[in-house]
């Protein structure tokens, strides 16, 4: 399933893109054409979490950071980020996730299965030019454009069903009531799936966090699929062992007390 799962990304960007006065703006600065590169460079690395970067700590600041993932000079990406914070293309409301602001409408992304249907699709429409089927070429586009719909409609619901498995988990777990249709939602697990994590990770996740939060008034509100499922704690929460206390708790239950 994890296979199947796996989801391409690209950016969408519209033909009057370097036309916008905040780029051009940009493109004005002093070294300009590299603070362009590393924007771009930024929204790339963000795709798979819809325009979020996170600061995880690990370097003295986000520019540090960001340095290590897209290879660029920290002081020309700290250049970077002071311009998008002042235009508003990015935002942060506690200095933990920033939020790209155009990416989320530039995004685009299919599945491997859509992948390979949209492939097939198109090797099938090349071999009709050069064949001389006496069946109509309508006839095949037909029989052709069903298969793939078969295809896409099942694969849309296995999705559908992983979606449904994480959240229904986590709201069971956490008294929440998240919606496994929230498309950021969606984007998030996907990314997880394409990382080749598994649904029982998921759960491991949910469980280990719902343990040392749950009754923290102050992290409880952490409890959300944009903190548990994001890019760069997930593999962290993953290798967290539950608390014994919980093991302890889980034996007293099955014993009855």
């Known amino acids: 399933m994890v296979t199947e799962n796996r989801r391409y990304y690209w950016l969408q960007l ?22 362009t590169i590393i924007y771009l460079k930024m929204m790339l690395a963000s795709l798979a979490e819809q325009g979020k970067l996170y600061f995880e700590g690990l370097a003295e600041d986000l520019a540090e950071e960001l340095s290590l993932l897209i290879d660029e000079d920290p002081e020309a990406i700290r250049l970077t980020l002071m311009f998008l914070t002042k235009k508003k293309l990015l935002t942060t409301s506690d200095n933990y996730q920033f939020n790209l602001e155009q990416v989320p409408e530039m995004v685009g992304s299919e ?15 090349a071999l009709q030019c050069n064949t001389t089927a006496t069946k ?7 029989d052709i454009d069903k298969d793939i719909d078969i295809d896409i409609d099942k694969e849309q619901k296995a999705q559908s069903d992983v979606y449904d498995e ?12 998240f919606k496994p249709t929230s498309k950021s939602t969606q984007r998030l697990i996907n990314g997880r799936l394409s ?19 749950k009754n ?42």
Not at 136 to 142: A, F, Q, R, T, Y
Not at 198 to 204: M, T, V, Y
Not at 228 to 247: D, G
């Open 136 to 142: 109509g070429n309508g006839d095949i586009d037909i």
């Open 216 to 257: 923290d008034s102050k992290m409880s509100k952490y409890l959300t699929p944009d903190t548990l499922f994001n890019a760069s704690k997930f593999e962290k929460y993953l290798n967290q062992k539950i608390p014994s206390i919980a093991s302890s708790q889980q034996q007293d239950e099955r014993l009855g007390f």
């Open 195 to 213: 990382e080749n994590y598994s649904i029982d990770d998921f759960k491991h996740v949910i469980d280990v966090k719902t343990l040392e939060w």
């Open 111 to 125: 599945t491997a299965s859509t992948r390979r249907s949209r492939k097939h699709r198109e090797n099938q429409k």
């Open 166 to 177: 994480i959240i229904k988990y986590l709201n069971d777990k956490t008294g929440s009531h």
């Open 14 to 35: 519209k033909d009057d893109f370097f036309n916008s006065k905040e780029m051009k703006l940009m493109r004005k600065l002093p070294g300009g054409e590299e603070i």
